[in-house]
């Protein structure tokens, strides 16, 4: 059972916008900052959204991220085929003092 | 180049010793905060541990504590897991991760992963 909550699967069709959620409390998301990572198949994590909305260089302006209060979202606009892949959602809880993950979310590009 | 590389996974006894190495290269590994996360077979990411830059502070999460021991060698530019009393849902790939710099607690680099198995 993860600490934040997220829909297992997720899916578009190329073009598309998909958005996935990110649901956590008030120790973690409430009080910190949300960030997104991109697991491609077999590969290691990979960071895609930073402190919210942020995007590191070389991530697209297709992803985008949001926050708002104990939640956060990650959008994907313009859905392609290589998005195929695991997103998971992260921050720092003060409760816990440590890193929690959201269980992630498998998008798939139909 | 910037990079982590992770090695000394393996297959191990439960109640076994294992330690995993994350060697560091492009930047000083004393200078940063470092962290252990591991995945399950199938499964989601889990943090394990965090040493923070300096040193001074060690982070677990409550799945390891007492087992598990996260250190850093600055002259070898090296970060270490020591993992004793392994059980067999210790079993993951455990990536070494590298925080950024800032207030906000997210890692901007990752290694490859090494495979630990706990299994008789």
């Known amino acids: 059972q993860s600490v934040l909550t997220q829909p297992p699967s997720a899916s578009g069709t190329p073009g598309q916008r998909v958005t996935i959620s990110c649901s956590g409390s008030?120790?973690?998301?409430?009080?910190?900052?949300v960030n997104w990572y991109q697991q491609l198949p077999g590969t290691a994590p990979k960071l895609l959204i930073y402190?919210?909305?942020q995007r590191p260089s070389g991530v697209p302006d297709r992803f985008s991220g949001s926050k708002s209060g104990t939640s956060a979202s990650l959008a994907i606009s313009g859905l392609q085929s290589e998005d195929e892949a695991d997103y998971y959602c992260?921050?720092?809880?003060?409760?816990?003092?440590?890193?929690?993950f959201g269980g992630g979310t498998k998008l798939t590009v139909l | 180049e910037v990079q982590l590389l992770e090695s000394g996974g393996g297959l191990v006894q439960p109640g076994g010793s294992l330690r995993l190495s994350c060697a560091v290269s492009?930047?000083?590994?004393?200078?940063?905060?470092m962290s252990w996360v591991r995945q399950a077979p199938g499964k989601g990411l889990d943090w394990v541990s965090a040493?923070?830059?300096?040193?001074?502070?060690?982070y677990y999460a409550d799945s390891v504590k007492g087992r598990f021991t996260i250190s850093r060698d600055n002259s070898k530019s090296t970060l270490y897991l020591q993992m004793n009393s392994l059980r067999a849902e210790d079993t993951a790939v455990y990536y070494c991760?590298?925080?950024?710099?800032?207030?906000?607690?997210?890692?901007?680099?990752w290694g490859q992963g090494t495979l630990v198995t706990v299994s008789s």
């Open positions: 992260a921050a720092w809880d003060d409760s816990l003092s440590g890193v929690v």
């Open positions: 008030s120790s973690n998301i409430g009080s910190n900052t």
């Open positions: 991760a590298k925080r950024a710099v800032g207030r906000s607690y997210y890692f901007d680099l």
């Open positions: 040493l923070s830059a300096g040193g001074g502070n060690t």
């Open positions: 492009g930047f000083t590994v004393s200078s940063y905060a």
């Open positions: 402190s919210n909305d």
